[in-house]
């Protein structure tokens, strides 16, 4: 059996629950399928206060910003959400196929929302694969969803935000955070955060990198090198630092596996992340009716993933003549909530990898 | 170690089941998943690889990686960081690839 569905979402994070609010808002019909038990994303976990602009909840600590949204979306009738659901197949008919109750579903879309997020990146190092090596949203998942210890000692490598905001929680977990290794010269996340660290007295050793980790059956400790202007290893500066777990923090990485299947033209961009399909300025894919909303189109921040998933929502559901005049209205709110998201210092990388993005689009135009 | 004292997140964890893992009886909560409950017994390493036999632990914990395959009731490759614990399931390092059943 096929499950006809005016507009499908995969992924129920904050880009994909503001795609299913703002279509469902003008009056389409939408299905949700999230692989989690726990709709959210990585909203779910984030205990701290978010930053961003007052208009996309800075202040709000991230799991209540996520709590609200999925309330919100439950109690919508034009919603459907379905939890314990990976979508696992997009074909060339248009078909979508997903693991529902123990079941595989097919699901005919008139229009499909891709907002799956992102994965962790990993780092080559020797003993890189002992058990006590994580993500650092693993250790946070395990401490903040699940309420485990997940550590006595910590090395964190990276000081970017996510590095840094997990090292916080660790340290409020009761855990000891050994030190927090960074290659670059400089700290990449927020100076309120580093410095909190810095207060309860965790050493950020920028310019380092890890050198190699060790152990028998589990991690047991980890060397750390200096590198130099040119990030080569400096011989003779390694350190050893006893740990039970190491935290990778090295960034993110777009997961775009349904949209390469479904046939979408993709590019490699760097200031992205990775792989990410080739949008237009309704974050539309180049197969007609599939858009890609968050993190799954390049890596940002949730409050650009709220405003991206209202845009894909709006244009999906305008396109299928739900209340097109709204919708339009609508997209170009969204369009300028995300200019002004992305204007100033921070919104540079991505101001350039999107501009990549839609020159690499002009470059496969004019090739064909 | 489960915490029972957060600053800022209180944590309902569900009714209590046993659970056995290789064989051994172990404590769990029915939201738990199975790499929660193992974590909190301070069993972080959960299998082997499949050639050189090194040992192996979570790494993503939301089910994208596959570094933590276990066997579960019988059924390899089954991601214990996205499966909840149940009352009675039997959870087993799995060694190589596995069997699937039809
Ligand atoms: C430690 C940390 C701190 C952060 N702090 C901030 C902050 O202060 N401010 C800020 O703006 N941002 C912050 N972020 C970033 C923010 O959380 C993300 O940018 C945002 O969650 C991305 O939203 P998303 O909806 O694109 O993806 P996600 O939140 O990752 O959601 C994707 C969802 O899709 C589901 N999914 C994936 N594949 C499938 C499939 N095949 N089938 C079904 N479902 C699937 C996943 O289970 C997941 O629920 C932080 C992130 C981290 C890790």
């Known amino acids: 059996m096929i499950k006809d569905v005016e507009i499908l979402v995969i992924g129920a994070g904050p880009a994909g629950l503001c795609a299913a ?49 999925v309330e919100e979306v439950t109690n919508n009738p034009n919603i459907t959400l379905w939890t314990d659901t990976t979508v696992l197949g997009a074909y060339e ?69 996510i590095g840094l905001i997990v090292s916080y929680q660790l340290l409020q977990a009761g855990v000891q955070v050994a030190a927090v290794v960074e290659a670059a010269p400089n700290i990449g996340g927020y100076l309120v955060h580093a410095s909190k ?105 949730a409050s650009a993933a709220m405003v991206e998933g209202r845009l894909a929502g709006c244009a999906a559901a305008g396109a299928l003549g739900h209340d097109p005049e709204e919708a339009a209205k609508q997209v170009e709110a969204a369009r300028a909530d995300l200019d002004e998201l992305r204007s100033g210092p921070t919104g540079g990388k991505i101001r350039a990898g999107i501009k990549k993005m839609h020159e690499t689009k002009e470059a496969m135009n004019n090739a064909q | 170690m489960r915490m029972e004292n957060h600053p800022v997140l209180e944590f309902q964890r569900g009714d209590k089941v046993t659970f056995f893992y290789n064989g051994t009886p172990m404590e769990g909560y029915t939201s738990e998943t199975v790499a929660a409950a193992l974590h909190s017994a301070g069993i972080r390493q959960l299998g082997h690889s499949q050639n050189l036999n090194r040992p192996r632990g979570l790494f993503c914990a939301i089910g994208n990686c596959s570094s933590c395959f276990m066997t579960v009731d019988g059924e390899p490759n089954v991601r214990i960081c996205v499966t909840k614990v149940r009352e009675g399931m039997k959870v087993e390092e799995q060694h190589g690839k596995g069997v699937v059943r039809l």
């Open chain 1, 93 to 161: 008919d248009g078909i979508i196929t997903c693991l529902h109750d123990e079941q595989h579903v097919k699901i005919r879309p008139q229009k499909t929302i891709i907002a799956t997020g992102a994965s962790e990146k990993f780092l080559m190092f020797p003993g890189n694969d002992l058990p006590g090596i994580y993500g650092a949203g693993a250790v946070q998942t395990l401490m903040n969803v699940a309420g485990v210890k997940p550590a006595e000692r910590v090395v964190m490598v990276g000081a970017g935000n």
């Open chain 1, 21 to 69: 609010k703002a279509a469902a808002g003008l009056g389409a019909q939408v299905l949700v399928c999230e692989r989690d038990e726990l709709p959210g994303g990585q909203l779910v976990k984030q205990t701290h206060k978010f930053f961003g602009s007052e208009k996309q909840h800075a202040g709000d600590r991230g799991y209540l910003i996520g709590q609200e949204l």
């Open chain 1, 197 to 301: 660290l810095r207060r309860a007295g965790v050493p950020i050793r920028t310019s380092y990198t890890v050198k190699e980790a060790f152990g028998k059956d589990t991690l047991e400790g980890v060397v750390i090198q200096a590198l130099d202007e040119k990030w080569q290893p400096i011989a003779g500066t390694e350190e050893t630092i006893e740990c039970d777990t190491l935290c990778l923090a090295v960034g993110l990485t777009p997961l775009t596996e349904i949209a390469w299947q479904a046939g979408c033209d993709m590019a490699f961009i760097r200031e992205l992340s990775g792989h990410v399909p080739i949008l237009n300025d309704n974050l539309e894919t180049t197969v007609p009716g599939i858009y890609v909303a968050g993190d799954a189109d390049g890596i940002e921040e």
